[in-house]
């Protein structure tokens, strides 16, 4: 692909990804929605970070085997990460608990 | 950790909106490093792989992109699987929609496409408390992706120098930062149950190998089942 193609690739890839980012905060915002619908939308957060999040602890391999073998130091480490954030309440000190945890461990082994 | 309004320490909103964005800036850093090497691996210019981070700004796809430039894939597979792979985003903007009301449209176009992942999980834990001044809104948006555009032109300058983010655990500082951010999200049980079917459900879908699709689809029918528990149990 030569300079401008790769240009216009972009910015067309930036449209693709402006679209649905932009859609409902645009159109749904200042609607009274149903009920039902507003119970829906307050549960897609936690849906979608469990979504996102629970793959990534326990499959390898580009997400095509689940591995729950002392090896998948992202799955064991989660366990002391989930009972900080649960304790403390504390996004720092969650984030410092994972990513020391996991740097710790591949010093030793 | 959730510094708001921060009467105590007298902080200027965007101060407390940069500190926010802390945990998202450790992340993007690395992880915007590596995009830049394989950008530079995939042989873009420069200017193209700076240009990206700033008017695409979406991490996995950026990656992803990077690998099919490189793969010499035409210009519509790399567009469609931008779409795709961000299509999430919808559910994301249409959960944070009911708290911009009162925003010139404008202004939610300039926050709509500063909307990642991160960015969601950080607005949507506060905006259900009370939506914040907009100056700190658009301090952690900006600063976020600051780290992420930064990021990436250090990838490309260090070329393949330096490849491994695996140093210092800093390949963990978004997966612990989604620990922490779903765990705060929890208000009461259903919340629980859902977060644990979605998890699985999504985990199943990745495994059957509708990668693409699994979080859609995962938070769509995970998102169900908490309404339908929340009409059970009120009855």
Do not use: C
């Not at chain 2, 990656?63 to 597979?77: C, E, K, R, Y």
């Not at chain 2, 001044?133 to 120098?161: C, D, E, H, M, P």
């Not at chain 2, 612990?176 to 009461?188: G, S």
């Amino acid at each position: 692909m030569d300079e401008k193609m790769i240009w216009l690739t972009i910015v067309l890839m930036a449209l693709v990804t402006l679209i649905p980012r932009l859609l409902p905060v645009w159109v749904l915002a200042g609607r009274t929605l149903p009920p039902l619908v507003i119970t829906w939308l307050r549960y897609v957060p936690v849906a979608v970070l469990a979504a996102m999040l629970a793959p990534v602890l326990v499959l390898v391999e580009d997400g095509q085997r689940l591995d729950l073998s002392w090896s998948n130091l992202y799955f064991w480490i989660s366990v002391p990460t989930f009972l900080v954030a649960w304790k403390t309440r504390s996004l720092f000190l969650t984030v410092i608990t994972g990513m020391g945890g996991i740097a710790l461990v591949r010093l030793f082994l | 950790m959730m510094i708001k309004g921060n009467a105590g320490g007298g902080q200027s909103p965007i101060i407390s909106g940069m500190l926010q964005a802390m945990p998202v800036v450790m992340g993007y850093l690395p992880i915007g490093f590596a995009y830049g090497v394989l950008a530079d691996q995939a042989h873009l210019s420069l200017f193209s792989t700076v240009l990206m981070s700033l008017i695409v700004y979406a991490g996995s796809s950026q990656l992803i992109a990077a690998a099919l430039f490189a793969a010499g894939q035409p210009m519509l597979s790399i567009v469609f699987t931008t779409f795709v792979v961000n299509l999430r985003h919808l559910l994301m903007s249409a959960a944070l929609a009911p708290h911009l009301s009162r925003w010139p449209q404008w202004q939610r176009l300039l926050f709509a496409a500063e909307l990642t992942d991160e960015a969601f999980a950080l607005h949507s834990l506060q905006f259900h408390k009370e939506v914040p001044s907009k100056g700190q809104v658009f301090a952690v948006n900006i600063t976020s992706q600051l780290s992420w555009v930064v990021g990436s032109l250090l990838g490309y300058v260090a070329g393949t120098l330096f490849t491994d983010v695996e140093v210092f655990g800093l390949d963990y500082a978004l997966p612990a930062m989604f620990v922490a951010l779903l765990i705060l999200q929890i208000q009461h049980r259903n919340m629980v149950i859902v977060a644990v079917l979605t998890g699985l459900l999504s985990i199943g879908l990745t495994l059957l190998g509708v990668t693409t699709w699994a979080v859609i689809i995962a938070t769509v029918i995970g998102a169900t089942i908490g309404v339908v528990l929340d009409a059970w149990t009120k009855k």
